[in-house]
């Protein structure tokens, strides 16, 4: 693994308990070695913790351009100069965002707004939590996305994933760095506001126009912080445990959307039952202009326009997003090369859910139609789940943090037991709810609660690139049976266990498991005379490919 995500590691564990200074001093010797992104996200983790943002937005249907005054809440770790933040300048083509007045108890701050970030200049202490106004106006180039819905009715949604809240809203636009929020928003008197957290106020300033407020007291990372203003039909869903569930769609979806979206009710169900309390105050269902299918925003969730079609069973899809609720918002990835913690678990809770909802052969076609995908994919892009060289966020959007990823926990609960398996997937929730983890966390966990040692597990599942590709021969010797098998891919040799199963001499189903450590492994079986019905990974437990003779 790199430097990079070994010093974040330290790092984020010197701002949870403060005992790793040694470790912290002793990475900072190296930082020239480091990427410029790492650089800046290490200095920021090491330097200063946003607590809470206050987002006061003005937006207006003459104009694309909005108004904007954020309040931040940041306690400093360390004596600074400098207070770095995320925001998009004003560019050439008119986007972006220009700063009127930046205010720290009534006195003006000096800064420099440049290359996307805004450096804000002032003594700043250890120790102490400064609450600060920025002042700003522009157009969104990215992240809000202003422009009419498929009926042609103007819409404004943010659209934050992976990092493009910054595009209007001056914050830490990455997952490292989590606060509460609220936003209170002035719009239109037509539309209708859904937002991160619990809506406290909703008032008319004037004929036309009106202020909704929301607030949430459940610390998040960014990404997940948004607003939607519409013109919406809304319905109460369902409770939840004591969870409202709504379903927000255009008024011309009202039928089809709230018959769509009203699953819901019963998947938060199972995952409260499966995983533990939900993180939120409230799931909000939304039909939305988000570029993709859906978007996990904290307790509202954000689904393409075409998810209400009136055709389609969108129970998946509400689902995985669902899902996310815990793994990606609540207990969020440290850093994005660890991605998977997010949509591997995602993937996956989506297939218990499948498993729990239409039974086990349901689920072992979901996990061969992965598998499928995984394969084909890596005949095209031959890298590991936990693939350092991407730059580009966007770029982990592929079948390794999705479906690798949720395989990686199919075998994962295979290896250990389902007991175990679920046992350690809640402890590491609780462990890292409202924080953030990297995959050596969900390691040590796993291995503290089964007490099995699986450095090699997770190394060559996560860290290596592809799977075993074996080729499987057979030969009968009279009552005995003979089966080698060959891993024939260049990359890695695997360990991993090989269920087999067969019909022996007497007409008896057998099932037999090769441990498979080695680039070629034979194993002779006892049969009782000649057998029929070969079959390799009969219960659907092992990502591999079978090479044809």
Same mark, same amino acid.
């Given at each position: 693994m790199p430097t990079c995500l070994f010093k974040l590691v330290y790092l984020d564990c010197e701002i949870r308990n403060k005992q790793m200074e040694k470790a912290i001093t002793l990475s900072i010797a190296i930082l020239l070695s480091i990427t410029s992104w790492c650089q800046d996200q290490l200095y920021r983790l090491y330097v200063v913790d946003v607590q809470h943002y206050q987002f006061n937005v003005w937006l207006e249907d003459t104009t694309d351009q909005i108004i904007g005054q954020t309040e931040i809440t940041a306690k400093f770790l360390k004596d600074t100069k400098i207070f770095e933040l995320d925001l998009k300048e004003k560019s050439a083509d008119g986007t972006g965002m220009t700063i009127q007045r930046i205010e720290l108890e009534g006195l003006e701050l000096p800064y420099v707004h440049a290359d996307d970030k805004l450096k804000i200049k002032y003594d700043w202490k250890s120790g102490i939590i400064y609450t600060l106004t920025i002042r700003y106006y522009g157009v969104p180039a990215d992240g809000l996305i202003?422009?009419?819905?498929?009926y042609g009715y103007r819409?404004?949604?943010?659209?934050?994933?992976?990092?493009?809240?910054?595009?209007?809203?001056?914050?830490?636009?990455?997952?490292?760095?989590?606060?509460?929020?609220?936003?209170? !928003?002035?719009?239109?008197?037509?539309?209708? !506001?859904i937002a991160t957290g619990q809506k406290i106020e909703e008032t008319m300033v004037r004929p036309d126009k009106k202020i909704t407020h929301y607030r949430s007291d459940n610390p998040m990372p960014i990404k997940v912080i948004v607003i939607g203003v519409a013109e919406f039909a809304m319905q109460y869903a369902g409770d939840a445990y004591g969870h409202p569930v709504t379903s927000w769609v255009y008024p011309e979806d009202r039928d089809d959307g709230f018959k769509e979206y009203h699953p819901a009710v019963d998947i938060l169900k199972y995952y409260i039952n499966k995983i533990g309390p939900y993180p939120n105050s409230k799931l909000a269902n939304v039909q939305s202009k988000t570029r993709f299918g859906g978007m996990e925003n904290a307790g509202n969730i954000f689904y393409f326009e075409g998810s209400v079609n009136g055709?389609?069973?969108d129970a998946n899809l509400l689902a995985h997003e669902i899902a996310h609720q815990w793994f990606g918002n609540s207990a969020s990835e440290l850093n994005w090369h660890h991605v998977w913690l997010s949509e591997g678990f995602a993937t996956y809770l989506t297939n218990t859910f499948i498993e729990d909802r239409l039974g086990y052969d349901s689920l072992n076609h979901t996990l061969k139609l992965q598998r499928e995908h995984i394969i084909k994919y890596f005949e095209k892009v031959p890298t590991p789940i936990i693939d350092t060289t991407i730059t580009n966020f966007m770029r982990v959007l592929n079948p390794n943090p999705y479906q690798k990823?949720?395989?990686?926990?199919?075998?994962l609960r295979r290896k250990v037991g389902d007991d175990i398996f679920w046992q350690g997937v809640k402890t590491y929730y609780n462990t890292y709810k409202y924080n953030n983890a990297l995959s050596e966390d969900f390691q040590r966990i796993m291995e503290g609660i089964s007490g099995i040692n699986l450095s090699k597990f997770f190394r060559q599942w996560l860290y290596e690139p592809g799977h075993p590709v074996l080729k499987i021969s057979q030969t009968q010797l009279k009552k005995k049976l003979q089966v080698t098998v060959e891993q024939t891919q260049p990359q890695f040799v695997f360990e991993f266990p090989l269920e087999i199963s067969y019909t022996d001499g007497k007409?008896?189903?057998?099932?037999?498991?090769?441990?498979v450590n080695k680039q070629s492994t034979q194993t002779t079986l006892k049969t009782k005379g000649p057998i029929s019905n070969f079959t390799i990974d009969p219960n659907v437990n092992l990502l591999f490919e079978q090479q044809s003779h």
């Open positions: 202003i422009g009419p819905n498929k819409t404004f949604f943010a659209d934050h994933w992976p990092d493009r809240a910054h595009n209007w809203l001056p914050c830490i636009d990455h997952p490292s760095d989590k606060a509460t929020s609220e936003f209170i !928003v002035e719009a239109p008197i037509q539309y209708e !506001v055709e389609m069973d990823g949720a395989w990686f926990l199919h075998m007409g008896k189903n057998q099932t037999k498991i090769i441990a």
